[in-house]
């Protein structure tokens, strides 16, 4: 029983027909996002993202192994994502499904392959001992677009989460715990995402981050991965009806506008994120204990 | 009934809460089960033979005038078929006895039959095909592990389709709300129009204000089934029934999610209405 309810023919007519008049279900214009809320936990690289109704937490973590042989110089980066039965009862856990290889795919694509985190960075002792950075995504609600979702948590996730400090000593490596030294950001390149369309009506309407209904009723999926700067390092059509040329000429400057959008709102909460710890960072250490701690054990 | 009684799965439900008045039956809606009482050493004339418990978490609900009990679940999404719930179901695939639909998206199918519709015979029985869909009335949920649950969309007794609007239900849209909200909706659906409450029954105005302000436009069919969906057509809106539709859509499924107070609900309605731009 782990397959999507397939839509009735009530639900996919009225979709369609109510596309037709430029009307969303929930209202939206069709180049409109849901409601984006970017929150951080406790710990660096723990990102909470909820687009409308779709739900996921990023983790991001560090551990120093060794450098792959043919690469010496590059960290490892990978990203882990499986599709649980905690985030919809469509799904099985310990069985990959078609979505969960595309997402992945394309999150791979948009995030990994364009280098938006500069592995070269995360190289500690040539050929002995880098950073493996992990970005673990766990899906806790779903109700469409995972894969823009899910790559605002892994962008995000990155620009936030800081590495403990690693030093090379007489060729050992010493790493520093989070508060014997000032952890490390990691070093970002630039910051794509993805944004997801899909089509309707052969072609004819085109929809930004549509729901499980909508994409259920939909034709194709057309995923544009680009970033601030509008250079575009991820175009994709993998199934459905065929899509005029147009609409990626079209909706790529459209996705450039999301982006940035989607990038401000990122770093909003980065920027409310960080002010916050500041503040609270600091009345740890300058309280009046941490001074004659060392006094003491003189 | 002075205070809402909450209950808890396993709580026994206080007599002084039961409707005593009716010599009728009292009858058991969802989430309630009786359980004999063990035979207590003493038997005294005062404790009733038998007990009421909580099958399910909320609040309980009485209906003097049925002489029915039952408990107004909190808004969970996972659907128990119960007898005589009203769902609306999907149709999966046909055999030939039956209809395979879903009830709930990812539970093993139910069957309803191919002559279980008003008026049907082998010559003139529905042709449903898959993903149309059915608004039915449990008719028997079976017993233990893996019993098929049987749907009608008749009464068996007199052939006719009871309540009203069992049946194919054609175009229009569903939309899925919580189960408490189901609950809700259904009764506040079947009392409006008898009595005339300020906050409305269940605490839902929306279907009387949306009745008020969409009746220019030619008023809407709902469909409320247990199972948590919602269908909702407005054939007859013309020009404005794709968008009144998903207008009470948007009502109905912010309210479910937002919980709102009454007032809250009015001025939601006039604020999406206006918002899709229809003009009452």
């Known amino acids: 029983m782990n397959k999507e309810a397939p839509l009735s023919i009530s639900e996919r007519d009225f979709i369609l027909n109510a596309l037709r008049e430029d009307v969303r279900l929930d209202g939206r214009a069709a180049d409109q996002l849901r409601p984006l809320n970017v929150t951080f936990g406790e710990e660096y690289g723990h990102v909470k993202v909820q687009l409308g109704r779709t739900s996921l937490i990023v983790r991001i973590s560090a551990e120093v192994t060794k450098p792959h042989d043919d690469r010496p110089f590059d960290g490892l980066f990978t990203i882990a994502m499986e599709l649980t039965a905690m985030g919809s009862p469509a799904w099985d856990n310990g069985r990959q499904g078609d979505l969960e290889t595309y997402v992945t795919n394309v999150l791979d694509r948009v995030v990994r392959h364009s280098n938006a985190l500069d592995t070269e960075s995360l190289c500690i002792v040539k050929g002995v001992s880098c950073w493996s950075i992990r970005a673990d995504v766990h899906i806790t609600d779903y109700d469409g677009n995972l894969i823009d979702a899910a790559c605002i948590g892994i962008m995000a996730g990155l620009q936030h989460f800081r590495r403990q400090d690693a030093v090379v000593k007489d060729g050992?490596?010493?790493?520093?715990?989070?508060?014997?030294?000032?952890?490390?950001?990691?070093?970002?390149?630039?910051?794509?995402?993805?944004?997801?369309?899909?089509?309707?009506?052969?072609?004819?309407?085109?929809?930004?981050?549509?729901?499980?209904?909508?994409?259920?009723?939909?034709?194709?999926?057309?995923?544009?991965?680009?970033?601030?700067?509008?250079?575009?390092?991820?175009?994709?059509?993998?199934?459905?009806?065929?899509?005029?040329?147009?609409?990626?000429?079209?909706?790529?400057?459209?996705?450039?506008e999301k982006v940035k959008e989607i990038n401000a709102i990122i770093d909003k909460a980065l920027q409310a994120d960080l002010s916050k710890r500041a503040k609270t960072g600091m009345l740890e250490e300058s309280r009046a204990e941490n001074d004659r701690q060392p006094e003491l054990e003189v | 009934?002075?205070?809402?009684?909450?209950?808890?799965?396993?709580?026994?439900?206080?007599?002084?809460?039961?409707?005593?008045?009716?010599?009728?039956?009292l009858r058991l809606g969802p989430g309630l089960r009786l359980l004999s009482q063990p035979p207590s050493s003493k038997p005294t004339s005062s404790t009733p033979s038998h007990v009421l418990t909580a099958t399910q978490a909320g609040i309980f609900t009485t209906d003097a005038k049925k002489n029915a009990v039952s408990i107004l679940s909190s808004p969970n999404r996972r659907y128990i078929p119960v007898v005589n719930d009203l769902v609306i179901a999907q149709v999966h695939h046909s055999s030939p006895d039956y209809f395979h639909c879903m009830v709930t998206p990812q539970a093993p199918h139910v069957v309803l039959g191919q002559l279980a519709f008003e008026g049907a015979t082998k010559k003139t029985r529905p042709m449903l095909k898959q993903g149309d869909l059915v608004y039915a009335r449990v008719l028997s949920v079976g017993l233990g592990a893996g019993a098929e649950v049987e749907l009608t969309c008749v009464n068996p007794a007199t052939g006719k389709a009871e309540p009203g609007g069992l049946g194919h239900l054609t175009g229009g849209m569903v939309f899925d709300i919580s189960n408490g909200m189901?609950?809700?909706?259904?009764?506040?659906?079947?009392?409006?129009?008898?009595?005339?409450?300020?906050?409305?029954?269940?605490?839902?105005?929306?279907?009387?204000?949306?009745?008020?302000?969409?009746?220019?436009?030619?008023?809407?069919?709902?469909?409320?089934?247990?199972?948590g969906k919602v269908w909702v057509d407005c054939s007859n809106g013309g020009d404005v029934a794709v968008k009144a539709t998903v207008?009470?859509?948007?009502?109905?499924?912010?309210?479910?999610?937002?919980?709102?107070?009454?007032?809250?609900?009015?001025?939601?309605?006039?604020?999406i209405l206006r918002e899709m731009k229809i003009e009452v």
């Not at chain 2, 409006?192 to 009387?208: I, M, N, W, Y």
């Open chain 2, 182 to 227: 189901a609950v809700r909706l259904m009764r506040a659906s079947s009392a409006s129009g008898q009595q005339q409450q300020e906050d409305g029954v269940a605490g839902l105005v929306v279907l009387d204000e949306l009745g008020k302000k969409l009746e220019k436009v030619g008023g809407f069919e709902i469909a409320v089934g247990r199972n």
């Open chain 2, 247 to 271: 207008a009470i859509g948007r009502c109905l499924t912010t309210i479910d999610q937002h919980d709102l107070v009454p007032a809250d609900q009015k001025k939601l309605v006039s604020r």
């Open chain 1, 172 to 256: 050992q490596v010493i790493v520093y715990g989070l508060d014997e030294r000032v952890p490390v950001a990691l070093n970002i390149t630039h910051k794509p995402l993805s944004i997801t369309f899909h089509t309707f009506d052969e072609g004819k309407k085109v929809i930004l981050d549509a729901t499980r209904k909508e994409e259920q009723a939909s034709e194709a999926d057309v995923v544009i991965g680009l970033n601030n700067a509008g250079d575009v390092c991820f175009m994709s059509k993998f199934s459905g009806s065929g899509v005029d040329a147009m609409v990626f000429v079209d909706k790529t400057s459209v996705a450039l």
């Open chain 2, 1 to 25: 009934m002075s205070s809402p009684l909450i209950l808890l799965p396993g709580d026994e439900i206080p007599s002084e809460y039961l409707p005593s008045s009716s010599s009728a039956p």
